[in-house]
């Protein structure tokens, strides 16, 4: 008789919580110690749709490195301090607070009480630690373990109490506080026995329990339909709530559907069966335009973001009997003033005109217009100009034959190859307005487009390349993130990667400038370090800079609080305040 009533006990229980997890249209604010957040009050209900170009492949924030997966895990999981994509600032999250030690290396962090995660097991410092040690653990390979080292050694992580934790650094660390943005704190309950067993990467895949999911994210998961949708339901548990007190997110459910591709995303926009899209083409902003007001959606051009193209030479240093072609050219590509006139002959309004359609903005060094904190305003921007590039490449060494065709001082014509990704229309269609340019030059320039993977092969393993267009970006407008590509020893360093010395004194000094930078804690200083590197650059042109395309972006018009940002994620970084205006009489969702 007692097992009976503990059974119907449980029983009710059980309907109890799943009754209290599904009433979203009143739902009732959590315990603990909420966020209030700053957007304008909305109202609960309904469900927001997204596009994806592609299927996520897992669900796992420890592993997950493709774009789709982690544009789902951001809404399911939090972070202790989160960079505000708007302000581009840090502030609080799951740490309320932090207070810094006057040597700059120890970051003590207060969490907020009497939260929990989406499972509603409580959320407490024994997770932070377990969270960092996984991350940490070299046998895991977390893509974010390189964020989280500080002169090349890890951050230790300290547990004070049940909710103070301690970060120690090896040396003062500017942007510090940004460590922490995207780096989800993992539920040690659930994730703890497959760590230890060595089969972490293994978890949480999207045929996943999602019972046995759980994260501190405005969202959780509620089923997944292979090929087809994932279907992500309110976090009854989250911390946040709006400025009167309500508890959000305000939206019911978000649904991510499969397209495949950008023009299968806007399709589907466009015929009113997804509610926002995100980082569209040039063309495809042109073709939406014309049925703003016809199909109730409203597009939106923040600008240029913090993603810049650019064309690059080999520098590397080439065994002459493996690559003898390509070794005679770096005699050229080496010289400084060929890399000058190559840059001021190309027509960089042309490239925006041509190539976005003027949604981009030309460029003249690696920190884009759109990153207002740190970008150097007096760097020149030379016009076009091919007196200029024929003055620079004669006083290189360079002449001209009769017949109008670029010769070196052994008579030898100047030509070379620009390897393109095949899977890029703009950077391809770059490539071929810079063949044109040059042309006027008297250098003939051939086009070779490859696989994406075969040309990353071809620039940062077998260097078999000549001259090569690529793209970079970053999720944060911090100056640390692109310490990969501008230190000699980086990897991404793409004109001579992983270099076991600076070839040159400029990069030696850039190598300099970046460690220092990275140890000084006040910013007007920061800056005039980060403003040298910056003319550094842009005077030895190891990257001859090109463009920044605009961040573009549509919704439909009644969705409230939608706040596009030019920093990843572009359009969900405020989910849980987006929320549903009521519709007009006659109009449709």
């Given at each position: 008789?007692?097992?009976k009533?503990r059974?119907l006990?449980?029983?009710?229980?059980m309907?109890?919580?799943i009754?209290?997890?599904?009433g979203?249209?009143n739902?009732?604010s959590?315990?603990g110690?909420?966020?209030?957040?700053?957007?304008?009050a909305?109202?609960?209900?309904?469900?927001?749709?997204?596009a994806?170009?592609?299927?996520?492949?897992t669900l796992?924030?420890?592993?997950?490195?493709?774009?789709?997966?982690?544009e789902?895990?951001?809404?399911m999981?939090?972070d202790l301090?989160?960079?505000?994509?708007h302000?581009?600032?840090?502030?609080?999250?799951l740490?309320?607070s932090w207070?810094?030690?006057?040597d700059?290396r120890?970051?003590?962090l207060h969490?907020?009480?009497?939260l929990r995660?989406?499972d509603g097991?409580p959320m407490n410092?024994?997770d932070?630690?377990?969270s960092?040690q996984?991350?940490l653990?070299?046998?895991v390979h977390?893509?974010q373990r390189?964020l989280?080292?500080?002169?090349?050694?890890?951050?230790t992580?300290?547990?004070?109490d049940s909710?103070?934790?301690?970060f120690?650094?090896?040396?003062p660390y500017?942007?510090?506080e940004?460590l922490?943005?995207?780096v989800?704190?993992l539920?040690r309950?659930?994730m703890e026995?497959?760590?230890k067993?060595?089969?972490?990467a293994?978890e949480?895949g999207?045929?996943?329990d999602?019972?046995l999911i759980?994260?501190m994210?405005?969202?959780?998961?509620?089923?997944?339909?292979?090929g087809?949708?994932?279907?992500?339901e309110?976090?009854?548990?989250?911390?946040?709530?709006d400025r009167?007190?309500?508890v959000?997110?305000?939206l019911?459910e978000?649904?991510f559907?499969?397209?495949?591709?950008?023009?299968a995303?806007?399709i589907?926009f466009q015929?009113g069966e997804?509610d926002?899209v995100?980082?569209i083409s040039?063309?495809?902003y042109?073709a939406l335009?014309k049925?703003?007001?016809?199909r109730?959606?409203?597009?939106y051009d923040?600008g240029?973001g913090?993603e810049y193209?650019?064309?690059?030479?080999?520098?590397n240093?080439?065994?002459?009997?493996?690559?003898p072609?390509?070794?005679?050219?770096?005699?050229?590509?080496?010289?400084?003033a060929?890399?000058?006139?190559?840059?001021v002959?190309?027509?960089r309004?042309?490239i925006v005109r041509?190539?976005y359609?003027g949604r981009?903005t030309?460029?003249?060094?690696h920190?884009t217009?759109?990153?207002k904190l740190?970008l150097?305003?007096?760097?020149p921007q030379p016009?076009r100009?091919?007196?200029?590039a024929r003055k620079l490449?004669?006083?290189?060494?360079?002449?001209w034959k009769?017949d109008g065709?670029?010769v070196?001082?052994d008579g030898?014509?100047v030509?070379?190859?620009?390897?393109?990704?095949?899977?890029?229309?703009?950077?391809?269609q770059?490539?071929?307005?810079?063949?044109?340019?040059?042309?006027?030059?008297g250098?003939?320039v051939?086009l070779?487009?490859?696989?994406?993977r075969s040309?990353?092969?071809?620039?940062?393993?077998t260097?078999d390349?000549e001259?090569?267009?690529?793209?970079l970006?970053s999720g944060d407008?911090d100056?640390?993130?692109?310490?990969?590509?501008?230190l000699s020893s980086?990897?991404?360093?793409?004109?001579?990667?992983?270099?076991?010395e600076?070839?040159t004194?400029?990069e030696?000094?850039?190598?300099?400038?970046?460690?220092?930078?990275v140890?000084?804690?006040?910013?007007?200083e920061?800056?005039?370090?980060y403003?040298?590197?910056q003319?550094?650059?842009?005077?030895e042109?190891?990257?001859?800079?090109?463009?920044s395309?605009?961040i573009?972006v549509?919704?439909?018009?009644r969705?409230?609080?939608f706040?596009?940002a030019?920093?990843?994620?572009?359009a969900?970084?405020?989910?849980?305040?987006?929320?549903?205006?009521?519709?007009?009489p006659?109009?449709?969702?």
């Amino acid at each position: 008789m007692i097992s009976k009533l503990r059974r119907l006990r449980t029983a009710l229980l059980m309907a109890a919580m799943i009754w209290g997890t599904q009433g979203f249209a009143n739902p009732q604010s959590p315990a603990g110690e909420m966020m209030a957040t700053d957007g304008d009050a909305g109202v609960h209900g309904g469900r927001l749709v997204v596009a994806q170009r592609a299927e996520p492949k897992t669900l796992n924030p420890v592993v997950a490195v493709d774009a789709p997966s982690r544009e789902i895990i951001r809404l399911m999981t939090a972070d202790l301090i989160h960079i505000n994509r708007h302000s581009h600032k840090t502030e609080p999250a799951l740490a309320k607070s932090w207070n810094v030690s006057k040597d700059g290396r120890r970051y003590t962090l207060h969490l907020r009480r009497g939260l929990r995660f989406s499972d509603g097991r409580p959320m407490n410092a024994e997770d932070v630690v377990f969270s960092f040690q996984v991350y940490l653990d070299e046998q895991v390979h977390s893509p974010q373990r390189d964020l989280l080292l500080v002169d090349g050694k890890p951050i230790t992580v300290t547990k004070i109490d049940s909710y103070t934790v301690e970060f120690g650094m090896a040396q003062p660390y500017a942007a510090a506080e940004r460590l922490f943005d995207s780096v989800a704190v993992l539920p040690r309950h659930l994730m703890e026995g497959s760590y230890k067993e060595g089969k972490l990467a293994q978890e949480w895949g999207l045929t996943a329990d999602p019972a046995l999911i759980a994260g501190m994210g405005p969202y959780r998961i509620r089923k997944y339909i292979p090929g087809d949708r994932i279907i992500l339901e309110r976090n009854p548990h989250y911390w946040k709530i709006d400025r009167k007190g309500n508890v959000l997110p305000y939206l019911d459910e978000v649904v991510f559907l499969a397209a495949g591709s950008e023009d299968a995303q806007v399709i589907r926009f466009q015929a009113g069966e997804t509610d926002l899209v995100s980082r569209i083409s040039a063309d495809n902003y042109a073709a939406l335009a014309k049925e703003q007001q016809k199909r109730g959606f409203q597009l939106y051009d923040l600008g240029p973001g913090l993603e810049y193209n650019f064309l690059f030479f080999n520098l590397n240093d080439l065994d002459r009997k493996e690559l003898p072609q390509i070794a005679r050219k770096q005699a050229w590509f080496k010289k400084q003033a060929f890399r000058q006139a190559v840059s001021v002959a190309i027509d960089r309004d042309g490239i925006v005109r041509l190539c976005y359609q003027g949604r981009a903005t030309p460029l003249w060094g690696h920190v884009t217009p759109g990153n207002k904190l740190w970008l150097n305003t007096t760097l020149p921007q030379p016009s076009r100009s091919l007196l200029n590039a024929r003055k620079l490449l004669a006083t290189a060494g360079f002449s001209w034959k009769s017949d109008g065709t670029l010769v070196d001082q052994d008579g030898a014509a100047v030509d070379f190859t620009i390897a393109t990704s095949a899977g890029n229309a703009a950077r391809a269609q770059m490539a071929t307005i810079i063949q044109a340019d040059l042309k006027e030059l008297g250098i003939m320039v051939h086009l070779a487009s490859l696989e994406f993977r075969s040309l990353l092969d071809r620039v940062l393993k077998t260097y078999d390349y000549e001259a090569c267009i690529l793209g970079l970006g970053s999720g944060d407008a911090d100056p640390n993130p692109e310490m990969n590509v501008l230190l000699s020893s980086g990897g991404s360093h793409l004109w001579h990667p992983a270099q076991k010395e600076p070839s040159t004194p400029w990069e030696a000094e850039i190598d300099r400038l970046m460690a220092q930078q990275v140890s000084t804690v006040t910013y007007p200083e920061r800056k005039r370090l980060y403003d040298r590197v910056q003319q550094l650059m842009a005077e030895e042109l190891p990257l001859i800079y090109l463009a920044s395309p605009d961040i573009l972006v549509g919704a439909k018009a009644r969705l409230g609080n939608f706040k596009p940002a030019i920093l990843d994620h572009y359009a969900l970084w405020n989910i849980e305040e987006l929320f549903w205006r009521p519709a007009q009489p006659g109009a449709t969702r």
